[in-house]
């Protein structure tokens, strides 16, 4: 309906009507008790008295465009209505969200810019259900997300509910990753050793989570220890995508999984940790693809092998390794960093409890 | 499709819209988000809500009690960790054994915040509250199941307590005594399992609700002036006790001071409790309930008379569900003589009822007379439903009898499910 025709029929209309303004500029009219069930347009009309005619229309925020607007009122004009049954609403509910991600996406925006809360849970438990259950690639695909998360970043915690050892593994040395990057972020005068070690146990897991491919198994293990001797040298803290160099701190930091603790090796304390490694390390096999929980058996029968091998070493090792630890403890007084006094000790304790 | 539909639109949705979207998602589901891309990743570390049920956490058969135990404390662990900012709803409810993690987890919520904390025990040892739960000043539901809650003396309650709803916990008196009259936003209240307390004395300006049920052997309604629905199921019989100093008997200390009532449920000893003393005709006061449920020994004088005492005083009882329950209790006098006199002598009319359901009805000559007053005393009576008790014999002269009776109320219906 035009404007001038608007000018004639509205003082005969029962409704009076409302005047939206776009972001776009584009204007639409619509019924008063419709429009009033959007808790910001409800109040541009009480306290503002906008509205009322075409030069006065509430402008929308911008995040309302026009196709979203018309769905929006759509919605509104059906639950304002009183009379409906409460299984007419869900029906009219789950309807409204069978659409694509694209919709339910600027919906969401455009009914949270209103304010209307209902559809905004509506919409966003809709969201969810396309998120509950799926890989991350499916997820990314219906998203269209960027896979732009380095490998060492996508090792976040999972929720790991098989019995995996391996997962289980990793679990260990995310949650000591992560605590150790906050950490770094906190104490910005911790060594340098301590940062540089941080990214390599992150790194170490990237490269059997990606990069090795199908040599899993035995290969990795070898290359682990092959890093492992290799000598740490001081780097920059930053994140680097040097995965060669990374490789050297994972394997070092490999072993520290199962304390989740945070400690600051240090060049003397080096040798230790690496002869540790030599058990750890060799032990530790990464899957990235299992982030999904689907484990090649055969893979998972050797991991657990492996695994318990390297349990029973570690509690064979366990008290002459304290010794050394302990001893060489006493000799470093200088460590700023809070956990290294523990660290070590609190490292063997967690793997005496494997 | 245009290549705008290739967008990803949904990393860019307002902050709130991705947090109700996370917080629809089962807390395994929205933590693995933080891998799906760069500006995913700590989406959900900000959550305001971590629940953690059965359903999601399930151990697989081949795995021992102490490894799930261990696994799902290192994931809680992680989850605590890695987040950031306020937490303002907890839930633990997993089949775990060992609780020695959990007094670290409420340590840390207690100082995030903590407003919502749910506890489920469902195996191993009762567990036993750490203090710290008591600083958590925000606290405004609390859910408890097969715990210790034992506070210092110098635990005031919890001023901000809405919602409480504890079961199978083991109180000290003080504890009980503190969370029952000093939480004064109370408004909710359910207790369940609990045992050997002798008087719970209820003062909770704000309550609405209450839900009480175990073994107990005085419940006294001290001021709870909005309190609307109570349901109160006493597990034990109490025996006649000497009479106290107290002035009011205990059907008038209940049932007494309940202003605002409206539903009420007297749930299996609990009538026979309060029935205990000389049970006046009528309350000093009109109890303003409209859904009543009661179970009653029909053979028992006392709990005939007390349930009439409860009818007298209730004008405005609209549904009344009945009970019938037989207990061994040699020592009641029997109901025989109850129903000796003339149906003036009861002067009760159920102006309003229109609802009346009879449960475990034996056909019983005290319960069919109750049935028949009803019917003759019930002006807008609508529908009287009877469901007998299983392995009731013969039917057929209780039918008779019921076909007989006398109805006041034009549009009465007696209805028996088959």
């Known amino acids: 309906m035009s404007g001038s025709e608007m000018a004639i029929i509205k003082p005969e209309a029962m409704k009076s009507y409302i005047w939206l303004e776009c972001a776009d500029g584009s204007i639409q009219q619509v019924e008063e008790e419709v429009a009033m069930f959007c808790p910001m347009i409800c109040r541009e009309i009480v306290q503002k008295g906008m509205g009322s005619s075409k030069n006065y229309a509430i402008s929308l925020p911008e995040r309302v465009n026009p196709s979203s607007l018309s769905l929006i009122l759509d919605y509104c004009r059906f639950h304002q209505t009183p009379g409906r049954s409460n299984k007419e609403r869900k029906l009219f509910d789950e309807k409204f969200v069978k659409t694509d991600t694209k919709r339910l996406c600027e919906l969401a925006s455009a009914s949270d810019s209103l304010q209307l809360k209902p559809l905004v849970d509506l919409t966003s438990r809709a969201l969810a259900r396309m998120i509950e259950g799926k890989t991350p690639e499916e997820i990314r695909e219906t998203f269209h997300l960027p896979d732009d998360l380095t490998e060492e970043e996508k090792l976040e915690p999972l929720k790991n509910t098989t019995d995996d050892p391996r997962i289980r593994l990793l679990n260990r040395l995310y949650a000591k990753k992560r605590k150790e990057l906050q950490e770094r972020q906190k104490l910005k005068d911790v060594e340098i050793e301590e940062v540089r070690v941080d990214e390599r146990s992150v790194d170490d897991l990237l490269s059997f989570i990606n990069g090795d491919g199908d040599s899993k198994g035995i290969k990795a293990a070898k290359q682990k220890k092959k890093n492992r001797r290799r000598k740490d040298q001081l780097k920059n803290p930053c994140r680097c995508e040097d995965k060669t160099l990374k490789k050297d701190v994972v394997s070092l930091s490999a072993g520290y999984r199962d304390a989740g603790t945070n400690f600051s090796p240090t060049h003397c304390r080096t040798s230790i940790r690496q002869s540790a490694e030599d058990e750890f390390a060799s032990k530790v096999e990464f899957d990235d693809a299992d982030i999904d929980d689907e484990l090649d058996p055969a893979m998972k029968e050797e991991l657990d092998r492996e695994v318990e091998d390297f349990a029973r070493r570690l509690n064979f090792d366990w008290p002459e390794r304290m010794q050394e630890i302990l001893s060489l403890g006493q000799e470093r007084r200088v460590v700023p960093n809070l956990m290294s006094g523990n660290g070590s000790i609190r490292r063997y304790s967690g793997a005496d409890r494997r | ?418």
């Open chain 2, 1 to 418: 499709m245009s290549s705008d539909s290739d967008v990803d639109r949904i990393s860019s949705l307002p902050k709130n819209v991705i947090e109700a979207i996370l917080m629809c998602l089962p807390i395994r589901d929205a933590v693995r988000t933080s891998i799906l891309s760069s500006g995913w990743r700590y989406e959900w570390s900000t959550l305001p809500e971590l629940i953690f049920l059965r359903e999601c956490f399930k151990r697989p058969e081949c795995q021992t009690q102490t490894e799930f135990d261990r696994k799902f404390v290192k994931v809680v662990d992680q989850v605590l960790l890695l987040h950031r900012g306020p937490i303002h709803t907890f839930k633990l409810s997993v089949d775990v054994e060992s609780c020695v993690d959990m007094d670290r987890w409420i340590l840390f919520l207690s100082r995030n915040g903590i407003k919502s904390f749910t506890l489920d025990v469902w195996r191993g040892q009762v567990y036993k509250l750490p203090s710290c739960l008591l600083s958590c000043v925000d606290l405004n539901y609390l859910e408890l199941y097969r715990c210790n809650f034992s506070p210092p003396p110098s635990f005031k309650g919890f001023s901000k307590l809405t919602v409480m709803d504890i079961q199978g916990v083991n109180f000290t008196e003080y504890g009980l005594r503190t969370l029952m009259s000093q939480c004064p936003s109370l408004r909710k209240l359910v207790v369940m399992n609990i045992e050997g307390y002798t008087r719970v004395k209820l003062c909770a300006r704000e309550l609405e609700n209450l839900s009480i049920e175990g073994k107990f052997e005085d419940l006294h309604f001290k001021s709870t002036p909005l309190l609307a629905v109570v349901s109160i199921k006493l597990l034990n019989i109490v025996r006649d006790q000497p009479v106290t100093s107290e002035t009011s008997c205990r059907i008038v200390k209940v049932l007494g001071h309940l202003p605002s009532i409206e539903r009420l449920e007297l749930l299996e000893h609990t009538l026979q409790n309060l029935a205990v003393d000389d049970v006046p005709v009528c309350l000093p006061v009109i109890c303003p309930v409209k859904h009543l449920t009661v179970d009653i020994n029909f053979e028992d004088m006392q709990q005939m008379l007390a349930a009439f005492c409860i009818f007298r005083s209730s004008l405005v009882l609209q549904k009344l569900y009945i009970k019938a329950i037989s207990v061994e209790n040699k020592s009641a006098a029997s109901a025989d003589g109850f129903w000796e006199g003339s149906g003036e002598d009861f002067s009760c009319t159920f102006g309003h009822l229109q609802v009346v359901e009879v449960t475990g009805f034996t056909g019983i000559a005290s319960e069919v007379k109750l049935v028949g007053f009803v019917l003759a005393n019930a002006p807008v009576l609508e529908r009287l439903q009877l469901k007998f008790k299983e392995n009731v014999g013969n039917t057929d002269n209780i039918f008779r009898e019921l076909i007989r009776f006398r109805r006041i109320s034009p549009k009465a219906e007696i209805v028996v499910p088959a």
